[in-house]
Nanobody, 116 residues
């Protein structure tokens, strides 16, 4: 089992920045991929970015160039730095882990609101 705790969400003005963090605990050795998904009101949950254990990254087109995902394997933590935020980035952001056995784990979510 893997437990995930997110932090760093909040209210930010358009054009601003936020850094989300997600700390994993439990059976850390089973973790392969870590990442972030988001879900806006009335929309399906969508991929934001993922990062492999070796540092390979994947970004949604909507955030590419504005966001950076990183991972500290020693701290079992994944980060998402988001810059030039837009109102359409408003969503609940969920931390995500995929184990080597392809089992998924999810955090409880953290709200990001981009508004003036």
């Amino acid at each position: 089992q893997v437990q995930l705790v997110e932090s760093g969400g909040g209210l930010v003005q358009p054009g601003g920045s936020l850094r989300l963090s997600c700390a994993a605990s439990g059976t850390i050795s089973i973790i392969n991929i870590m990442g972030w998904y988001r879900q806006a009101p009335g929309k399906e949950r969508e991929l934001v970015a993922t990062i492999t254990r070796s540092g390979g990254t994947n970004y949604a087109a909507s955030v590419k160039g504005r966001s950076t995902i990183s991972r500290d394997n020693a701290k079992n933590t994944v980060y998402l730095q988001m810059n030039s935020l837009k109102p359409e980035d408003t969503a609940v952001y969920y931390c995500y882990v995929l184990s080597f056995a392809r089992r998924e784990f999810w955090g409880q979510g953290t709200q990001v609101t981009v508004s003036s």
